[in-house]
């Protein structure tokens, strides 16, 4: 089992840049595929990013390819979102999770542990 705990998110103005962390603690951290997902108000979860357990491959949602990096320190117990060019858009609550099974990366459903969330607000 892994505990995870988000922070680094804020309000930014839009073009500005967040850089989000999550800290896992329990055992074996680099056995788990580690993903960036968001919850905007009065919408569903949503897939943003996800890094493989070596963190050799990445995976991006469209709408954040060129302006989002995941990324992660095994070393460390550590997984990241670099934010750049925000959107008012990007506005949402943004959770790590993780993922022990060999399912899709692209679905919230796929993860099996969950962080509490940070908010990320970009204004306009």
């Known amino acids: 089992q892994v505990q995870l705990v988000e922070s680094g998110g804020g309000l930014v103005q839009a073009g500005g840049s967040l850089r989000l962390s999550c800290a896992a603690s329990?055992?074996?951290?680099?056995?788990?595929?580690m993903g960036w997902l968001r919850q905007a108000p009065g919408k569903e979860g949503e897939f943003v990013a996800a890094?493989?357990?070596?963190?050799?491959?990445?995976y991006y949602t469209d709408s954040v390819k060129g302006r989002f990096t995941i990324s992660r320190d095994n070393a460390k117990n550590t997984v990241f979102l670099q934010m750049n060019s925000l959107k008012p858009e990007d506005t949402a609550v943004y959770y790590c999770?993780?993922?022990?099974?060999?399912?899709?990366?692209?679905?919230?459903?796929?993860?099996?542990?969950w962080g509490q969330g940070t908010q990320v607000t970009v204004s306009s």
């Open positions: 999770a993780a993922k022990v099974r060999g399912s899709s990366y692209y679905y919230p459903s796929s993860y099996d542990y």
């Open positions: 890094v493989s357990q070596s963190g050799g491959v990445t």
């Open positions: 329990g055992r074996d951290f680099s056995r788990y595929a």
